[in-house]
């Protein structure tokens, strides 16, 4: 089965950090994406990326970065956290036939 | 722009009462009509893909069809396990777009 492992369960950063989430595959796919989701507004897609060092963005890229310099390894870097961005954080990775295989999240809190 | 629309909101069933989740879709060229199961502070857990219309999916209690325009997952006699939400995603579009659309999900309650 495909693993996606997501580094931190919770998270509580201070308002302009910089925050980075990091998530690792281990299926060698080359499509991974980051999520956020929030009560009332469902899953929101934030960036994606098709091949390493390759990206682009989702619905709601602002206030937000990723690299990807590993094909196993997709970061989302928050480059200057604010309240607003207190949410679940989810990493998924695209599996043939079944859509997205979810990281367990990363609830983040900004104070 | 793709829409996924699920209803109802919340669900509070007994234990053994049937029911159906509905999700109405629209976009141009559906590729792929994707069920989920999320357990609360943990991350959505792949159900059924369903891809034309007439098609059927069937695990343990859960019954997925597609139409045209819309989805159903069927419960039958659920059980308070079941007790999850549920997400419905499409995917459309061509070439390298992998992108899914969520619906904002069917908060599902068995009650014992």
């Known amino acids: 089965d495909v693993k996606v492992t997501q580094s931190s369960r919770y998270l509580v950063k201070r308002t302009g950090e910089k925050v980075f989430l990091e998530c690792v595959q281990d299926m060698d796919h080359e499509n991974m994406f980051w999520y956020r989701q929030d009560p009332g507004l469902g899953l929101r897609l934030i960036y994606f ?32 956290a604010s309240t607003n961005q207190t949410s679940m954080y989810l990493c998924a990775t695209r599996r043939v036939n079944y859509g997205y295989t979810f990281g367990s999240g990363t609830r983040l809190t900004v104070v | 722009e793709d829409q996924v629309t699920q209803s109802p909101e919340a669900l509070r069933l007994q234990e053994g009462e049937s ?22 502070g943990k991350g959505p857990e792949f159900l059924f893909t369903l891809y ?12 997925a069809t597609l139409t045209k325009k819309e989805s159903f997952l069927h419960i039958t006699a659920p059980k308070p396990e ?27 309650t068995v009650n014992p």
């Open chain 2, 52 to 63: 034309s219309a007439g098609e059927e999916k069937e695990k343990e209690r859960l019954k």
């Open chain 1, 49 to 80: 990326s098709y091949d390493v060092k390759m990206k682009e963005k989702g619905d709601i890229p602002e206030g937000y970065s990723v690299s990807r310099e590993k094909k196993e390894r997709f970061s989302l870097i928050l480059e200057s």
């Open chain 2, 82 to 108: 079941d007790s999850a939400t549920y997400l419905c995603a499409v995917q459309s579009g061509g070439g390298s777009n992998y992108k899914l659309t969520f619906g904002k999900g069917t908060l599902l």
């Open chain 2, 19 to 40: 029911s159906s989740l509905n999700c109405s879709y629209t976009v141009s060229g559906l590729r792929g009509l994707f069920w989920y199961r999320q357990d609360p």
